[in-house]
């Protein structure tokens, strides 16, 4: 008989509760990053090591137009990544905003660009901003 019960007792169980909600986080941490590159119709700035930044839009996928600007030499951040020991986060660019529509990006884009001022864009804006300005 006690060898039967011995066989069917049961075993208290041990609950442990993860009540921060930061440590689930760090599990999609990698996710995330892919997710931020893979957006689209966004403005983005990239900050040089220098401290010297850039700001442009896409309205395709992020890391299609940050795959061109280390390799196309018409651009800015191309040119500047030319000069030794300056390097871009190419992984974390910083997403300023972004919305839909290629008129609305190019206004949002051009507002952006007013209000950080960038050092590494020459246009200054990609169309000029009558309505702000005025
Ligand atoms: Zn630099």
Redesign the pocket.
Same mark, same amino acid.
């Given at each position: 008989m006690q060898r039967l019960v011995h066989r069917y007792t049961i075993t208290p169980f041990q609950f442990h509760y993860v009540h921060e909600s930061n440590k689930l986080k760090k599990y999609f941490t990698y996710k995330d990053k892919q997710n931020h590159l893979r957006r689209s119709s966004v403005v983005y700035k990239l900050t @040089?090591? @220098?401290?010297?930044n850039y700001i442009g839009q896409t309205r395709r996928n992020l890391i299609t137009r940050i795959n061109e600007h280390k390799f196309d030499q018409r651009s800015e951040v191309c040119k /500047?990544l030319l000069?030794p020991k /300056?390097h871009f986060n190419f992984k974390q660019p910083e997403i300023l905003g972004s919305i839909v529509g290629q008129k609305k990006l190019h206004l949002l884009e051009s507002h952006l660009i007013q209000q950080h001022q960038p050092d590494l864009n020459i246009d200054g804006s990609s169309i000029p901003l009558l309505l702000f300005n005025a």
């Open positions: @040089c090591t @220098c401290g010297l /500047h000069a /300056h």
